[in-house]
């Protein structure tokens, strides 16, 4: 199980303080919402603590069963979906479970096969990703992260592109595959972080001034 502490932490882009001062434990298998309107800063922090974009001040320490490890290292043990971050649309679905495989392990008892068939996507092994729909892009993106084994998921507007039916799944798989992991989720709807035993709002921590 992951912990994770940002003490201090602080985010700028050119003249605009994201967030700062931001004091915070995430503490192992807990459930995280990032709250916050439009552009302030939600999807900031989340790529903050997944180590894809460095705080400018402070930091961010991750304890895996209480042993610290690095920020270069985190990636391993995290999966992540997101607007930002495309699915290869190249690969057809069979060669994307084949190459997010390579680097994941999959949840004890998740064969390819049942994988896509708790996605909804029988029929589709060999299509191409670029000729799904946005809704099965989304299942697909969501699934890869619920059926890795990792102690930490990373969602950002889980429930994009899911109609009614998508979003009741979504809420299921949170309930299946996500008691004993770290999950974090940034999101405007209240719906998609019903599951959240801590709920942050970024305009709490965001400070605007002029350097
Ligand atoms: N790479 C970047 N360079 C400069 N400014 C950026 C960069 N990334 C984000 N920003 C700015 O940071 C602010 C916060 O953006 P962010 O995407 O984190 O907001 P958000 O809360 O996730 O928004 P939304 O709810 O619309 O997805 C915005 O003003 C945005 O323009």
């Known amino acids: 199980m992951i912990e994770i502490k940002l003490e201090n932490a602080a985010k700028r882009f050119q003249y605009e303080w994201i967030f700062r001062n931001l004091n915070l434990t995430i503490h192992a298998a807990s459930k995280l919402a990032i709250t916050g309107s439009n552009g302030s800063g939600k999807s900031t922090l989340i790529k903050a603590i997944a180590g894809l974009s460095p ?96 102690p930490l998921i990373l969602l950002d507007e889980p429930t994009s592109n899911l109609d009614q039916k998508g979003v009741d799944w979504y809420l299921s798989l949170i309930e299946k595959f996500s008691s004993s992991r770290t999950l974090i989720i940034c999101s405007n709807d209240p719906r998609e972080y019903q599951s959240c035993n801590n709920i942050i709002k970024i305009e709490d921590y965001k400070i605007k001034q002029k350097l």
């Open 55 to 150: 705080v400018t001040e402070g930091s961010v320490s991750y304890f895996l069963e209480e042993k610290k490890i690095s920020t270069e290292e985190i990636f391993n043990h995290l999966t992540i979906s997101a607007p930002y971050l495309e699915l290869p649309e190249e690969f057809s679905l069979i060669e994307l479970l084949n190459f997010h495989f390579k680097f994941k392990v999959s949840i004890p008892g998740f064969s390819f096969e049942k994988m896509i068939g708790e996605m909804y996507l029988n029929g589709h092994e060999n299509k191409p990703i670029s000729q799904f729909s946005s809704g099965m892009k989304q299942r697909l993106k969501l699934g890869l992260c619920f059926f890795s084994q990792v």
